[in-house]
């Protein structure tokens, strides 16, 4: 290129915009810039709506304990509130049957109660949704950062770290609108979920050093270790859904009208969504696809599972609600 005062020369096979050695930018990180952006405007979008509108829905969550009482006591008070009702005749305070109340549990001398309470947890469903797709925005922002040399890149340990944190949010949400409302299970749903994601993290990496040529007398033991981490992550996001799909059908069971058709249709198409991730990893360990095709696949599953389930949440819960 020739300019009045200077002149430079562009290399063969050197970029024109930087000076360095040129390289076909790949298809999913094209992919993953757009959802990033994607990501964040549908978050402002939410935000802005939600901010100004004034819509939102607050869940208190629930927790419970137990408490221990002596058997006799409890027996003379319940005997007692009967025969206040029934008869003048004294209680029996030497009598050993027990009340009928499937939740006491005896010991002994000792009834183990069980207490439901409120807790002081709220969890807002709108700040659920923009919350997820903040994280994947800034994850993603951080991928197009740290992947800046296609021709080495072999694996993106973010994603399973951005996972791990948006993932088990969704599925806080979906346990939340299928009314599981145990602060116990909520948690339980989200740390196996993020454990899931950490697992896929750990399979990846195995994965790429059971390749690697110094670690040739390791290979087997690697790529062993690999499909084990893969198998656990399937167990622990299976038992996390499980959950779920158990509330979601005794709800419908129990109910004299079934769930919603936005329910449905959220806790199966994301069932679908959530497995498809670990199908993708699968096909990578059994060399099916190479890397930049499972993190182009991994980018539109991402997109279309938060998408989905934002915008159902945000039209069916929140503006209804």
């Given at each position: 290129?020739?300019?009045?005062?200077?002149?430079?020369?562009?290399?063969?096979?050197?970029?024109?915009?930087?000076?360095?050695?040129?390289?076909?930018?790949?298809?999913?990180?094209?992919?993953?810039?757009?959802?990033?952006?994607?990501?964040?405007?549908?978050?402002?979008?939410?935000?802005?709506?939600?901010?100004?509108?004034?819509?939102?829905?607050?869940?208190?969550?629930?927790?419970q304990y137990t408490t221990w009482e002596q058997k006799k006591q409890t027996i003379h008070n319940t005997t007692t509130s009967a025969l206040n009702d029934t008869?003048?005749?004294?209680?029996?305070?030497?009598?050993?049957?027990?009340?009928?109340?499937?939740?006491?549990?005896?010991?002994?001398?000792?009834?183990?109660?069980?207490?439901?309470?409120?807790?002081?947890?709220?969890?807002?469903?709108?700040?659920?949704?923009?919350?997820?797709?903040?994280?994947?925005?800034?994850?993603?922002?951080?991928?197009?950062?740290?992947?800046?040399?296609?021709?080495?890149?072999?694996?993106?340990?973010?994603?399973?770290?951005?996972?791990?944190?948006?993932?088990?949010?969704?599925?806080?949400?979906?346990?939340?609108?299928?009314?599981?409302?145990?602060?116990?299970?909520?948690?339980?749903?989200?740390?196996?979920?993020?454990?899931?994601?950490?697992?896929?993290?750990?399979?990846?990496?195995?994965?790429?050093?059971?390749?690697?040529?110094?670690?040739?007398?390791?290979?087997?033991?690697?790529?062993?270790?690999?499909?084990?981490?893969?198998?656990?992550?399937?167990?622990?996001?299976?038992?996390?859904?499980?959950?779920?799909?158990?509330?979601?059908?005794?709800?419908?069971?129990?109910?004299?009208?079934?769930?919603?058709?936005?329910?449905?249709?959220?806790?199966?198409?994301?069932?679908?969504?959530?497995?498809?991730?670990?199908?993708?990893?699968?096909?990578?360990?059994?060399?099916?696809?190479?890397f930049a095709q499972a993190e182009f696949t991994y980018v539109i599953l991402s997109l279309a599972a938060k998408s989905i389930l934002g915008w159902i949440i945000?039209?069916?819960?929140?503006?209804?609600?």
């Amino acid at each position: 290129m020739t300019g009045r005062g200077f002149r430079f020369r562009i290399k063969k096979g050197f970029c024109a915009l930087c000076g360095t050695e040129s390289c076909v930018v790949p298809t999913y990180f094209i992919c993953n810039a757009i959802a990033a952006v994607l990501h964040f405007l549908q978050a402002v979008v939410i935000l802005i709506i939600t901010v100004s509108q004034r819509i939102d829905i607050s869940i208190t969550t629930r927790e419970q304990y137990t408490t221990w009482e002596q058997k006799k006591q409890t027996i003379h008070n319940t005997t007692t509130s009967a025969l206040n009702d029934t008869t003048t005749s004294a209680p029996n305070d030497t009598t050993t049957s027990a009340p009928n109340d499937s939740m006491d549990i005896y010991f002994g001398d000792m009834v183990l109660r069980s207490q439901t309470v409120l807790t002081t947890s709220n969890i807002s469903i709108a700040w659920i949704v923009i919350s997820f797709f903040l994280l994947s925005a800034l994850f993603q922002g951080l991928a197009l950062v740290e992947s800046y040399n296609y021709k080495k890149r072999k694996d993106n340990w973010l994603r399973f770290v951005e996972y791990a944190f948006s993932a088990s949010i969704m599925l806080v949400a979906i346990a939340l609108i299928n009314g599981i409302f145990d602060q116990t299970v909520i948690v339980f749903i989200a740390v196996t979920c993020a454990a899931c994601q950490l697992c896929g993290l750990i399979a990846e990496q195995l994965l790429n050093m059971s390749k690697n040529r110094s670690l040739k007398a390791f290979q087997e033991t690697l790529l062993t270790l690999a499909w084990v981490a893969h198998g656990i992550g399937w167990l622990l996001v299976g038992t996390s859904y499980y959950f779920i799909l158990h509330f979601y059908m005794i709800s419908n069971e129990k109910s004299s009208e079934q769930a919603p058709e936005f329910v449905t249709v959220i806790v199966f198409s994301i069932l679908v969504l959530f497995s498809s991730f670990g199908v993708v990893q699968l096909l990578q360990m059994t060399s099916t696809i190479n890397f930049a095709q499972a993190e182009f696949t991994y980018v539109i599953l991402s997109l279309a599972a938060k998408s989905i389930l934002g915008w159902i949440i945000y039209a069916n819960v929140l503006v209804v609600g």
